[in-house]
C-alpha cells in the first residue's frame, strides 16, 4: 500500500487500511501451515508411534511434556504451562499437544515478520518476508512437527517485544542516512549542534507527541513482555539490555533538534518495565499524564521531568536495574559451553579437576563454516548474502531496524557459537531480500499503484525464493529421537522399577524416561556436562562389570536427604577432590581387593541398541584420566551402505569392495531375538589344542572388528574389540547369566532391542 512505515498512520482513523494488513496476515499464517504440513506424510510410518501417541522429534520436547504431567526440573516453567494449558483445554494429553504445536506456533513467527516488514513500508512484501523465516532451514530443522522446544519462541518474542518500540523510533527519530549525510556535510561538532540543539520550549511539535497516551501504554505493554520473557530463554536477559540501551542511545543520538530530552523521557516508558516488571508500568501512567499537551499543568510536569538532572536520576535508576543479577556469571557459563570447554571443578593448577568437554559432542554448539551459515539462512547462497547487504539498506532507512542487529550478530556467530543460533539470522535475510526488492519494483513501476507493486513484489518472491522450500521440507523431516522399542522399554520402567529407584542411562534420553518412566535418572538434557556426564559414561562405557557397580553404588550414598533432581548429587561424588585424589578414588573402585560398596536405595541400568550409535563418545568420556586429562574413543562407523553378510561363513561384504571382510563376530537384531555368532571364541571353543602357529595363522585371517545389524531400522554398525567389550554392549547383546554379570546385574526387562537391570 505504501512504502512509509507503518507508524505514521497511528493516528489515522483508516479501517481499510487496517483491513488490508489483517488481510495479508491471515494469508501469511495460512500459507505458512499449508507448507508446513507437507511434512505430514512422512510421519506415516507405524515406528514412529507408541500405540495412539506420537513420538518426538527432539529430546528437550520431553522435558516440557514431563513437566507438564508434573515430574522433573520443567514444572512450572512457562513452555510446560503451556503445554498443560492447551492439553487440558482440547481435551487431550500434552505428548499430541507437543507434537502439533510446533506447526502451528511457528506460523507465528511468520506473522510477526510479515508485520515488522508491514510496519517497515510494506504489508505485501511482509507475506513474503513471513514465510522466508518460517521456511528457512536453520529455524525449519528446529520447528518441525514433533519438536517442541524454546526454539519456537526465540525468534518469535525477540520480534515482538521490540515492534512497538521500533515503531515509536521510525515515528519520532532521525534515518540513520540522513544524520550521516548532516555530520558529512557539515563541520563535525557545529552540525551535531544544529541537529541536537535547542531547549523544550523551542521544540516543533508538528513532528507530533512521542507520549500520546496510545504509544506510551503499547512501550509499556511491550516493556513487561520483554520482562516476562526472560523466563523463557536463558539469551532473553541479554538481548532486552540490548534495546535498552539501543533507545538510550537513539534518543541522544538521533533525536530531532530539540527533541532529545522528551524522546529520553519516552524511552523510560520501555526501559523501566523491561528491567524492573511490571510495578514500573505505573511510571507509563505518568508519562501518559505527562504527555496530555493542552492541559498547561501537564506542560510544567513535562518541562520538569525532561529537566536534565531528573533525567539523569531516572537513567541512573535503569543502570542500576541493568546490573542486577547475575549477568556475569551467566554469561561465563554460556560462553565456556559454546566454546566447548572442559568444566573444571576442584584443585587448582596441575592438580585442578577437569571433566571432560561436553560441548565437542553437542551436534548444534559446532562450528559451522560461512558458507553453511548461510545455507541455513537460504537453500541459495547467493540469496542469503543479497538478503544480508539489503539489510544494511534497510538500516540506513528505517531506524527500527536497528532493534534486529543483535539476531543478525547472533545468526553470523554460528560460525563460533553453532548450529543452534543460525536460526536468528532467518528474519534478518528476509527483511533484506523483501524491502529493497519492494523499494526498486517502487522506483521500476512508478505508474502503477503502490498496493500492486507490493503484490507484485510478493509474487515474485513467493516463486523465486519461496518455491525451493517445497521441496525441502519433507527432505529435512527428522522422524523421531526415540525409537519406539526404546519408548516402549521406558514406558515397561513404570512397573519394573520402583518409583524411588534412579535409572543409569545416557543423558540424551534421560527426559524421555521423565515422560514415558517417570523415574529419576543420573543424567538428562540439563545435567550432561561434569560429574553426571563423567560418570554415566565411565559405568557404560567400562569393560569392568564390578567397577561399573561399584561405582553405582558409591554415587548412590551421596543422594541421601538430597532433592532427587540435584544436579550437586553427581558432583559429591568428587567434592574437595583434585585431578589426583579423583584418578585415585577411580584406581580403588576398580581394584578386586576393594570390597563391594553399599549404597542407598535401588539402582538400575538401561541399554539399547540406539546407545550404540554413541559409543564413541560414551567411551571417550568414560576413559576419561582426570591426571593426563585425556579420553580415548572406541571406534565406531555407522555404515550407510549397503551390506550383504553371511552368517554361516562369518563374511561381510560392502557394496563399494569385492573382497569380503571376515570380522570377529556378527550380531543380527530381529523382532525374534538376536542372532549373534562370535567367531573368534567359537574356532576357540572347537581347538581347544590348536598350536600357537594355527591360532595365529586363524586370526591373521579375521578382523578385528565387530558387525551389528539392525533388520528393523535398517541401522549397520561396526566397532573395534574396546567398545564391544563395553558394558552397554555386553549389556545389550551378552548372556545375563555370565559369571562376569551375574554378580552384579539382573536383568528385569528384555524386548531385544532394549534392556533393564537391576544393580545388585
Known sequence: ????????????????????????????????????????????????????????????????????????????????????????????????????????????????????VWALGSMEAGVAAGLLTSLAPGFLARTLLGYYDTDLVTLFFPLLMTLAPACWTMRYMLLPQLILKKLIVGSGLAAARRLWGSSLAEQDLRLGNPLRWQWVVLLGVSGVISWWTQEWHSVFPYLTRYNVCLLAFMSLVMAPRGRRNLLL????????????GPLFFGFSALLMTAGWTRARQMYRLRQWLCHPWVLILLWLGVGSLFLSGELLQTITHQLSLYMKKAEVSGGSGALALIY???????????????????????????????GLLGFVWVIFRRPGALFLLPLAALGLLSTKMGGRMVMFGAPIVAVGLTLPLYWMLQRLLRKLRPNVTGILTSALLLALLVAPFVNIIPAMSQGPMINRRHAEMLSRAQTVVPKDATLWLWWDWGYAAHHFAHRLTIADGARNAGAPLYLSAAVLGTDNPRFARQLIRYTSQFAKGRDPFDEEVASEVFAGLDAQQAQDL????????????????????????????????????????????????????????????NLDKGEVLLDDSATPIRPASISVFEETGVTRRDYIQQWFDSHPRATAAQRQEFL?????????????????LAMDANLYNSLMVRLLVGNPQDPAISPYFKLVYDNVFCRIYEVL
Request: charged fraction near 15%.
Open 586 to 645: 577411580m584406581d580403588k573402585l576398580r581394584s578386586p581387593e576393594t570390597a563391594l560398596v553399599e549404597g542407598e536405595g535401588r539402582q538400575f541400568v538401561t541399554v539399547s541398541f540406539e546407545m550404540l550409535r554413541l559409543g564413541f563418545w560414551i567411551s571417550n568420556f568414560g576413559n576419561w584420566d582426570f591426571v593426563t586429562r585425556q579420553g580415548e574413543g572406541a571406534a565406531l562407523s555407522i555404515l550407510p551402505q549397503a551390506v550383504a553378510y
Open 700 to 716: 591373521s585371517g579375521r578382523r578385528n572388528v565387530h558387525f551389528f545389524f539392525n533388520r528393523i531400522t535398517d541401522e549397520k
Open 356 to 386: 571432560p568437554p561436553a560441548g565437542q559432542a553437542l551436534t548444534e554448539v559446532q562450528d559451522l563454516g560461512l558458507l553453511a551459515v548461510l545455507a541455513y539462512f537460504h537453500p541459495w547462497h547467493e540469496a542469503a548474502a543479497l
Open 265 to 276: 523521557l519516552g524511552s523510560l516508558a520501555y526501559a523501566l518495565p523491561t528491567l524492573g
Open 1 to 116: 500500500m505504501t512504502d512509509k512505515p507503518v507508524s505514521v498512520y497511528f493516528t489515522a482513523e483508516n479501517r481499510t487500511f487496517w483491513l488490508h494488513g489483517l488481510f495479508w496476515g491471515l494469508v501469511t499464517l495460512g500459507l505458512a501451515f499449508a507448507l508446513r504440513m507437507l511434512e505430514w506424510p512422512c510421519w506415516q510410518n507405524p515406528e514412529y508411534r507408541l500405540g495412539s501417541e506420537w513420538l518426538l522429534a527432539t529430546h528437550d520436547a520431553y522435558h516440557w511434556v514431563a513437566g507438564a504431567e508434573g515430574f522433573g526440573h520443567a514444572v512450572g516453567h512457562p513452555m510446560a504451562v503451556m503445554l498443560r494449558g492447551m492439553a487440558d483445554l482440547l481435551g487431550t494429553y500434552p505428548a499430541a499437544v507437543a507434537f502439533w504445536f510446533p506447526a502451528l506456533l511457528s506460523c507465528f513467527v511468520a506473522v510477526i515478520v510479515y508485520a515488522w
